[in-house]
């Protein structure tokens, strides 16, 4: 048995599944419950923000989250910075524990004409928990799935975080239309929008128990045992691990700009400005999921095989190239073309989706990894997928233009593929690197002790 082998292939198959149901389960509560609340926003719109015109009440909705998602970079630097010094089990139980009770307190929360003024500023404050807590569930989640998956099954393992994220949208998207099919609109405006929000709480308490009985990876309890953890994980990555940040934030862009069109805003798109039932487009979006349930693996698979680089430039380019037409497409109307083009921006989203986490989880020694991949993913999606939503109705109202969305993904793609450019191929590459010895192995050899000698031989061969 080969002695350079990864740490994660030392873990047995019982504990790795158990480790990526745990990691993915809080990933799905996550999208679980932002899927619902964009299902529900032209709803939502009216309890919250009644005395609106529809564009107006459709702002304000998308102005609350958006607001949720300026305040990711702060939860992302908390949750980053515990995960690298306490360890990424600690943070992936306190992540699941705040989504839960803050979807708890939305779906019970009153309506406007109960509380006046007070029931939009109560939204806003579980959104803004929300987005607390999701600042830190990537990262932690990221982490704790690349570091605990077998070097050359990785880019499978690390997919099953975004099988996670599509399968919270695929379950809120089945509960969504069957709200839908089983409540008239006067029932869904009454107390039916609170059913869906009142599901994620269970969903919730059962990945917080899952999280409690799961170990720590293998190799920041490696470093932990060494006494090389980082002691300012958020300095030591801006000053050590700039560049590999500055790439993370590129390729998060990349996925979390296309993965906000294509499943939060492009069912509200379809419902109105294409005039869809929103039965048909719940069910749309939830077909649309499922086939990224089955192509996102075979990404993460393919990276495995043929490279990270090979399966996001392809990914990248196709953006590129086909934004435009899907959504001329789209605007046909016509049932088939509606389809059509909602399965190949889904189709083209897998690719993203199984491809990028494994990627940007390589770039980062273990010591900042948490830290790195927080705050990247946040910050993007503050600054850009959170306010997609809000950008491209007003940009659509604006200037009447129905295909802004895919002029939209066209850059996107181009952002895309100037970050896959500068990008290095990590497939296979170690996740304990030379910077995880924080600085801790002594100039002598006689003056090391047995474990720094064994962890310095063991990068050696790996590299």
């Not at 740490?7 to 389960?25: C, F, M, T």
Request: glycine share 8%; net charge neutral; charged share 15%.
């Amino acid at each position: 048995m080969s002695q350079t082998r990864e740490l994660s292939e030392l873990v047995d198959k019982k504990s790795l599944r158990k480790s990526v149901i745990a990691g993915s389960i809080g990933v799905l509560v996550h999208w679980f419950d932002w899927a619902v609340y964009a299902y529900l926003a032209s709803t939502i719109a009216v309890i919250f923000f009644p005395g609106s015109d529809k564009t107006a009440g459709l702002l304000a909705t998308f102005g609350v989250f958006a607001v949720s998602f300026l305040v990711r970079p702060l939860g992302a630097v908390i949750f980053g910075r515990l995960g690298d010094r306490l360890g990424r089990k600690r943070t992936l139980s306190l992540v699941i524990l705040f989504m839960a009770l803050a979807t708890l307190v939305l779906g019970a929360l009153p309506t406007y004409s109960q509380i006046g003024v007070w029931a939009p500023i109560l939204l806003m404050a579980t959104r803004v928990v929300q987005g607390l807590a999701a600042g830190g569930e990537f990262g932690s989640a990221a982490a704790f799935l690349g570091e605990f998956s077998p070097k050359k099954h990785r880019g499978f393992g690390c997919s099953w975080l975004e099988v996670g994220s599509l399968s919270g949208f695929l379950l809120a998207s089945i509960v969504v239309f069957a709200l839908n099919q089983t409540l008239s609109s006067e029932e869904v405006l009454s107390w039916g929008w609170r059913i869906p929000f009142l599901i994620t709480v269970p969903l919730g308490l059962i990945g917080l128990y899952l999280r409690t009985k799961i170990e720590d990876t293998p190799e920041f309890e490696k470093i932990q045992n060494l006494e090389s953890l980082s002691q300012a994980p958020i300095k030591e990555m801006f000053t050590r691990n700039r560049k590999e940040f500055i790439q993370t934030c590129g390729m998060e862009i990349f996925m979390n700009v296309t993965f906000y069109v294509v499943l939060v805003y492009l069912l509200t798109y379809q419902e109105v400005y294409l005039d869809f039932d929103p039965s048909r487009a719940a069910l749309l979006s939830a077909l649309a999921s499922a086939l990224g349930l089955i192509a996102v693996p075979i990404s993460g698979i393919a990276s495995d095989r043929f490279g990270r680089k090979p399966v996001l430039m392809t990914a990248a380019i196709s953006l590129t190239a086909l934004s435009v037409p899907l959504f001329a497409l789209m605007n046909l109307g016509a049932p088939w073309a509606v389809f059509a083009s909602t399965f190949g921006l889904a189709l083209l989203l897998s690719i993203i989706l199984g491809t990028h986490a494994v990627t940007i989880v390589e770039l980062f020694p273990t010591r900042t990894r948490q830290t790195g991949l927080s705050i990247a993913y946040a910050v993007t999606a503050a600054l850009f997928a959170g306010t997609a939503p809000y950008a491209l109705t007003w940009v659509i109202d604006t200037t009447g233009s129905e295909l802004t969305p895919g002029y939209f993904l066209l850059a996107i793609g181009v952002v895309g593929i100037v970050t896959v450019l500068s990008l290095p191929e990590t497939r296979g590459v170690p996740l304990l690197k030379p910077a995880d010895l924080g600085g801790r192995i002594a100039p002598s050899l006689t003056e090391r002790t047995p474990e720094q000698n064994g962890l310095l031989s063991d990068l050696e061969a790996r590299n």
